[in-house]
């Protein structure tokens, strides 16, 4: 019998620690074997003068990362066991590490980067974008919150840039992605391999400079009027409101997009941005996101969301609450309650 791939392969040369996430059937999704694998390889290499930069890239021509194995995350809500506390605990420790690593971390965020594939990418300190490029935070579409530092991102976006693409799941393309602060460099994908190959032979700055281009215009940068002056609403409701009565195509399809999601998930993500925004480090919203990921885990709307996205896909969710009229504030305020012992508890980095 043949021996199964490996699900992540690293590899050093010249100087560069490449990272392959190397599930391509999957997207690259990442799951909990994975983080456990990259975690003590990116402390390893920290450490580790052969090691100048690290080059994260996904196999196979689909995307880097679809996001994290949101099945098992089902079946585990679903049979109330403890696998996803374990996974969200080492994945959101991991995204800390990346956002503080002292080499260049040199994420190709090529094709599909959703979810926790945002999560090892765009924290980052060198991050790239192709013409094939889609990311998005997606999670409000499953009955979950935005979560790998996302609501951190997503509450650092010029304006009101992260409200609207938390709210609504939009899809980010490369202009997108840079104009929200989701990544810094635009490389055609024709170029990629010729830039892989420089990273061995030049500085890091020079490999860009030969290899990236102006990124194309942000159809997103060019609605931030009208985002910056709906989403800036206090509750979702009031944004709907703003959205629908603006006589805007593009404003009434995202308040569309908003009404479909989870109504309790909703008013979860707009708290946790809100709250992100105020946040001092990146380290204190991981550790509320954690407080939230797991009562998600405990919610009706997570495994529901997840069956009729993914599993069962009939793509008819059934919420609970069914409307955003029926969310209290309890409903909300209990996604954000102390976890005690089981906290994250993750400490600031020292500047």
């Not at 599930?23 to 074997?33: G, Q």
């Not at 196999?59 to 949101?70: N, Q, W």
């Not at 935070?137 to 976006?157: C, H, K, N, Q, W």
């Not at 990273?199 to 997103?220: I, K, N, Y």
Request: with cysteine; aromatic share 6%.
């Amino acid at each position: 019998m043949t021996e199964p791939e490996p699900e992540v392969l690293f590899d050093v040369r010249n100087g560069v620690g490449r990272i392959t996430l190397n599930r391509p059937k999957a997207i690259n999704a990442l799951n909990h074997a994975m983080v456990q694998q990259i975690a003590p390889k990116l402390d390893e290499w920290a450490t580790d003068d052969s090691v100048e930069l690290v080059l994260l890239v996904g196999a196979g021509e689909r995307g880097l990362c679809a996001g994290g194995d949101i099945v098992s995350i089902y079946h585990d809500a679903k049979e109330g066991g403890s696998g996803s506390k374990d996974f969200w605990r080492e994945e959101y420790i991991l995204n800390a590490a990346i956002a503080r690593f002292d080499k260049p971390y040199v994420a190709i965020m090529d094709g599909v980067v959703m979810g926790g594939g945002v999560g090892l990418s765009a924290h980052g300190n060198t991050r790239i974008v192709t013409e094939r490029s889609k990311i998005a935070m997606p999670e409000v579409g499953i009955g979950f919150i935005p979560d790998v530092g996302g609501t951190y991102l997503l509450a650092r976006s010029p304006g009101e840039l992260g409200t609207h693409l938390g709210l609504t799941t939009a899809r980010m393309d490369a202009g997108d992605a840079i104009a929200a602060g989701f990544a810094d460099h635009y490389m055609p994908s024709d170029n990629l391999e010729k830039f892989y190959d420089a990273l061995e032979s030049s500085s890091l700055a020079e490999a860009l400079d030969a290899f990236t281009e102006e990124a194309p215009a942000s159809t997103l940068d060019a609605s931030k009027d009208w985002i910056d002056r709906f989403y800036s609403a206090a509750t979702v409701e009031q944004i709907l409101e703003g959205l629908r009565g603006s006589g805007i195509p593009d404003a009434e399809k995202a308040a569309s997009d908003i009404e479909s999601k989870s109504p309790v998930s909703l008013k979860v993500t707009l708290k946790s941005l809100r709250r992100a925004a105020k946040a001092s480090s990146l380290e204190e919203v991981l550790n509320e996101e954690y407080r939230v990921s797991l009562a998600s885990l405990e919610s009706h709307d997570l495994v529901e969301g997840i069956r009729a996205q993914v599993v069962e896909k009939d793509r008819n969710p059934k919420w609970s609450p069914a409307t955003l009229a029926d969310v209290t504030q309890a409903d909300v305020d209990r996604y954000f309650e102390s976890l005690g012992s089981l906290e994250l508890g993750l400490e600031k980095a020292h500047e």
